[in-house]
């Protein structure tokens, strides 16, 4: 938005506070992009490390969650050295700290998950006790789903990290998000991309989020044109499942909506936080939605459904906070 001069009402300089992997570089830069042609603002970046950034030893699940990919991005806003942060949505908490807002969520990028492999073009045609990379609960009760064969070995980093161990020899073949890896022009990495009705996404994968302080009320209505309704409506779908469950990387949790005409259609699964040969517990449900409180409805029963169907129990064998 501008004011009656014709100037940008955002902060000048704008800055944005963004972690220095190459693909979190990317997404801010593209907000950056974004800003400066809307508003012909001043937008600048501050490039920070955060803990879960220089954890790479430990499981996510063991060390805090993905909530150490955002704190040191929201002291930057807290202390004025930033206005915004820009985010994959996925690794935004359920529950943001009080204070703090989504102000704008972009239109997604594919939001499935990409088989990437020198050797075997997709899951299925992985030998007997294939080693496959990834970190995540959610990818692996997946994967063990289809083949528990499978021999399933830690995988973190960046995701130039992540590509560098495959071709080293360590894995036959690793998991990773199609958004990021389209971003950054490495689809030629893609072997094949996963069906979600193989593996489903984590809720919000492929989404970018855009974190303010909620006092910061002109900046969020600047940014709130920038939202792309369907996007939104289907990633706070997904994100009231995992709020309702208490939703963190201890829980082996997908959601992901989609689109069918005026209709949302949304699908769960729930695996065992510790043993992946228990049968995943999977519920769906679809409604014509039209705003956020639609939106949640449809969380909630989805959420409903996964708790009848037999998720108590699995949630019930979550490991107890720290």
Same mark, same amino acid.
């Given at each position: 938005m501008r004011d009656n001069a014709g100037m940008s009402t955002l902060p000048q300089p704008c800055i944005i506070a963004t972690r220095e992997s190459r693909l979190a570089l990317w997404q801010a830069e593209h907000v950056r992009d974004l800003l400066q042609r809307r508003h012909g603002a001043v937008v600048e970046l501050l490039g920070m490390?955060? #803990?879960?950034? *220089?954890?790479?030893?430990?499981?996510?699940? +063991?060390?805090?969650? +993905?909530?150490?990919?955002? +704190?040191?991005?929201?002291?930057?806003?807290?202390?004025? #050295?930033? *206005?915004?942060?820009?985010?994959?949505? +996925?690794?935004? /908490?359920?529950?943001? /700290?009080?204070?703090?807002?989504?102000?704008?969520?972009?239109?997604?990028?594919?939001?499935? =998950?990409?088989?990437?492999s020198n050797h075997y073009d997709d899951v299925a045609s992985l030998p007997q006790g294939a080693r496959v990379g990834t970190s995540s609960l959610r990818r692996i009760v997946q994967l063990k789903a289809v083949r528990p064969d499978l021999e399933i070995h830690a995988l973190r980093g960046n995701l130039d990290t992540r590509l560098r161990k495959l071709d080293e020899g360590l894995y036959d073949g690793i998991v990773l998000a199609a958004a990021g890896l389209k971003r950054l022009g490495l689809a030629q990495r893609i072997r094949s991309v996963i069906d979600p009705a193989v593996m489903l996404p984590a809720a919000g994968q492929g989404a970018l989020g855009i974190e303010v302080?909620?006092?910061?009320?002109?900046?969020?209505?600047?940014?709130?044109?920038?939202? =792309?309704?369907p996007t939104w409506l289907a990633v706070h779908a997904e994100r009231a499942v995992s709020r309702a469950l208490g939703g963190s990387c201890s829980m082996p949790l997908a959601a992901f909506a989609q689109w069918q005409g005026a209709q949302l259609h949304l699908e769960a699964r729930l695996g065992h936080p510790e043993d992946a040969s228990v049968a995943l517990i999977v519920a769906s449900?679809?409604?014509a939605v039209t705003d956020t409180a639609g939106a949640e409805a449809l969380g909630l029963a989805v959420v409903a459904r996964l708790r009848a169907g037999g998720g108590e129990a699995l949630l019930a064998a979550l490991p107890v906070a720290s």
């Open positions: 490390t955060t #803990r879960g950034d *220089q954890i790479l030893d430990r499981a996510l699940s +063991k060390v805090g969650g +993905k909530g150490l990919f955002v +704190k040191e991005l929201e002291v930057a806003l807290e202390e004025d #050295r930033a *206005q915004l942060a820009v985010h994959s949505l +996925k690794d935004v /908490p359920m529950e943001l /700290p009080e204070g703090f807002v989504l102000a704008a969520v972009l239109e997604r990028e594919d939001p499935r =998950d990409a088989w990437v302080r909620a006092d910061a009320s002109a900046l969020r209505e600047a940014l709130a044109a920038m939202t =792309d309704a449900a679809e409604a």
